[in-house]
C-alpha cells in the first residue's frame, strides 16, 4: 500500500454537509478497500488566483491516506463526476513531510515592494554639488574649469 494525499477544492456555495457528504464519500472508499485513514485537514475558505466556474473562492480540504492504486483511480473517478468538486490533486505522500494550510499574511509583502519602486522610477536622482548647484546622474558632459583670465 500506498501512501496517498489529496488536496480538495469544494464550491464555497455548497452546504457544509454536502462537503462533510463528499469528505465521508472518499473515507469509506478507503476503509472499503482495506485502506487506512490518516488524517483531514481543513483549510478553510480561499481567494482563488483565477475564477474557476465563475467562482472567486474555494475551500480547501488535505486528506492523507493509505490505499492502493487501483482505490486512488476510483476516488479520483468520483471526485470527477461531483459538480461541488471544482479542483482536486492526488499525490503521493512523502514520508516524514507535513503539508500544512498556507498563511494569509504571505500575500502582504508582495504589495509592499510593487508601491515602494513607483516612486523611484518617476524622480530622478541629484546630488548637490559645493556650490549648490544640483548635478545629475547620467550627465556624460563635464563641466569647464573656470580659468582665472576673463575673456573679453
Known amino acids: 500500500m500506498t501512501t496517498y494525499e489529496i488536496l480538495l477544492m469544494l464550491d464555497p456555495e455548497q452546504a ?3 462537503q462533510d457528504d463528499i469528505l465521508a464519500r472518499a473515507r469509506d472508499l478507503v476503509e472499503k478497500s482495506g485502506g487506512a485513514w490518516h488524517s483531514h485537514d481543513a483549510w478553510g475558505r480561499r481567494r482563488l488566483a483565477y475564477p474557476i466556474a465563475h467562482k472567486e473562492e474555494g475551500v480547501y480540504h488535505l486528506v492523507v491516506f493509505d490505499a492502493e492504486a487501483e482505490t486512488l483511480q476510483e ?3 468520483v471526485l470527477k463526476i461531483d459538480d461541488s468538486v471544482l479542483r482536486h ?4 505522500h512523502i ?3 507535513r503539508t500544512s494550510a498556507p498563511r494569509d499574511d504571505a500575500a502582504a ?12 522610477t518617476t524622480t530622478p536622482e541629484t546630488t548637490v ?7 545629475y546622474a547620467g ?3 563635464e563641466p569647464q574649469e573656470e ?6
Not at 509583502?109 to 523611484?120: M, N
Open 95 to 97: 514520508e516524514g513531510s
Open 16 to 18: 457544509e454537509t454536502r
Open 89 to 92: 490533486m492526488a499525490t503521493r
Open 75 to 77: 476516488i479520483s473517478r
Open 109 to 120: 509583502p508582495v504589495a509592499a515592494p510593487a508601491e515602494a519602486a513607483t516612486p523611484e
Open 139 to 141: 550627465s556624460e558632459e
Open 147 to 152: 580659468s582665472g583670465e576673463e575673456e573679453e
Open 129 to 135: 554639488s559645493e556650490d549648490g548647484e544640483p548635478e
